[in-house]
């Protein structure tokens, strides 16, 4: 249900040769459900090859304040994720970052 409280943003990064989900897409996409007020990130998705990756970056992000830049969630997905998809990851997040904040100028 949408309540106009939520906004849905998503970034964009290549992933690297030699992941799996690079059989399926070309790029990796990361989705967050952020609350509009606070900047809050509420849910996030990805689009990493398996459903446990991608629920564990779900997880990971959910609660890091986009306000305050993406410099935390970075260094919890650098200290927490260990897999080949790190950098795409992080590449997307500063794109979806970076969306969040031309929205918040917007206003």
Same mark, same amino acid.
């Given at each position: 249900?949408?309540?106009?409280?939520?906004?849905?943003?998503?970034?964009?990064?290549?992933?690297?040769?030699?992941?799996?989900?690079?059989?399926?897409?070309?790029?990796?996409?990361?989705?967050?459900?952020?609350?509009?007020?606070?900047?809050?990130?509420?849910? /996030?998705?990805? #689009?990493?090859?398996?459903?446990? %990756?991608?629920?564990?970056?779900?997880?990971? @992000? +959910?609660?890091?304040? !986009?306000?305050?830049?993406?410099?935390?969630?970075?260094? /919890?997905?650098? #200290?927490?994720?260990?897999?080949? %998809?790190?950098?795409?990851?992080?590449?997307? @997040? +500063?794109?979806?970052? !970076?969306?969040?904040?031309?929205?918040?100028?917007?206003?």
């Amino acid at each position: 249900m949408i309540n106009g409280k939520t906004l849905f943003i998503a970034g964009h990064a290549r992933l690297p040769q030699g992941m799996a989900a690079k059989n399926v897409f070309e790029t990796l996409t990361l989705t967050v459900e952020v609350d509009k007020k606070y900047g809050v990130i509420l849910d /996030a998705s990805c #689009t990493l090859a398996t459903e446990h %990756g991608r629920q564990f970056i779900g997880n990971l @992000l +959910k609660g890091f304040c !986009l306000k305050d830049g993406a410099d935390e969630a970075i260094a /919890a997905i650098q #200290t927490y994720y260990r897999g080949k %998809g790190a950098n795409a990851l992080i590449a997307a @997040l +500063k794109d979806l970052e !970076l969306h969040y904040q031309q929205i918040r100028l917007e206003k």
